[in-house]
């Protein structure tokens, strides 16, 4: 499952990462991180910054370790199974925050993405990709019983539950393959 989740995430990583725009010494949050690509990803986009991710599954967990196992080694990676709320990180000491089709199963009233926003720093920013409902309708294994499906309002409503204002928060659409349309949701926390 490890290796279809890598295949199907190649892009829609690769869109909201550089949504995020890493500097080489932030400090990065990596949200249901699965088998570890986007981590290592974000270790080589900040050679001199920390990278944490959470993921639920203990599979999940195990396949990352290994990808990750020299930047977890050296100090630079922490991987660990769990919620956002488990990483215990001081209010204001994250720069980004990345999450990769986690939105799904996410709290709909924004619980985990205000923790999240309560992580960044002012200017810090939040990247989440989700393919649009318009796409996941269609697929069987995507029905309301295992996945919420998002649109953009829905993404926009869910960061504004989550805490962010209206104009900090930016959605673009992207084309992935085989038609697949995604949704890139991006929210700068603000100085408030």
């Known amino acids: 499952m490890g290796r279809v989740m890598e295949a199907i995430n190649r892009a829609p990583n690769r869109e909201a990462i550089a949504a995020l725009a890493i500097a080489p010494a932030d400090v990065v949050v990596e949200l249901g991180f699965g088998p570890g690509r986007a981590i290592e990803a974000l270790a080589e986009c900040a050679p001199l910054g920390r990278i944490y991710g959470v993921d639920p599954s203990t599979e999940m ?78 697929w069987k294994f995507a029905g309301a019983e295992t996945h919420r499906l998002y649109g953009a309002q829905d993404l926009r409503l869910l960061l504004v539950r989550a805490g962010f204002r209206p104009e900090e928060i930016a959605i673009q659409e992207v084309a992935i393959a085989f038609g697949v349309a995604g949704l890139v949701a991006a929210a700068t926390r603000g100085a408030q």
Do not use: C
Not at 81 to 107: C, M, P, T
């Open 61 to 138: 967990f195990a396949v990352a370790s290994r990808r990750n196992h020299h930047s977890i080694d050296s100090g630079r990676v922490t991987l660990m199974r769990g919620h956002i709320q488990d990483l215990r990180l001081k209010a204001e000491s994250v720069d980004k925050i990345l999450g990769v089709n986690v939105v799904y199963f996410l709290d709909e009233g924004g619980g985990e993405l205000r923790e999240a926003r309560r992580l960044l720093k002012p200017g810090g920013k939040l990247a989440l990709y989700a393919t649009d409902k318009s796409t996941m309708r269609r």
